[in-house]
């Protein structure tokens, strides 16, 4: 390519101006002056959906950890179940209401973002490692590390997957 010269798609535009780039169907592609919720407050309804959800899903998440307490150099069993529950929710939410209908914008920053933001326990599982490295518990840390990860990839995979298959074999 000649020095200077742009290769398609450079500086923000799209390779062929005839193929439309996917998005977010929740969000509107339209000047931010434009949209319906910039009219009507902002973003307002989209943060009080989230907060409220949020505050559920927390509530979810804390009494799932009285109900199931850890030693203090204990593997961390609640955080790890909790985290895979909430991962595989979120597969599910995500085939029903990206792929297989339409649902109300609030439905996914209020269960998605909010509910199973606020459940899963990502920044928990990060004090937990450090917490068992820094207490001497080296294979273990490593071991809840790797186990989270594979736990909540595998979730979200195995539910989406399932979600996709149930719902197909309803609607044939």
Known sequence: MPRGAQRPGAAGEPADPGIAEPTDPDID????ATRP??????????VVAVAVGGAIGACARYAASLTWP???????WSTLVVNAVG?????????LVSERGTAHPLVRPFLGTGVLGG????????VDIQRLVSGGHVRTGLAYLFLTLLAAL???????WTTRRVVARRTS
Do not use: E, K, N, R
């Open 29 to 32: 592609p339209s000047p931010p």
């Open 154 to 160: 595998a979730a979200v995979w195995a539910a989406a």
């Open 119 to 126: 459940f899963t326990t990502f920044s928990t599982y990060a």
């Open 87 to 95: 991962c595989a929710l979120i597969g599910v939410l995500m085939v």
């Open 37 to 46: 919720f910039a009219s009507a407050g902002g973003q307002g309804p989209i």
């Open 70 to 76: 850890v030693a203090a150099d204990g593997f961390p």
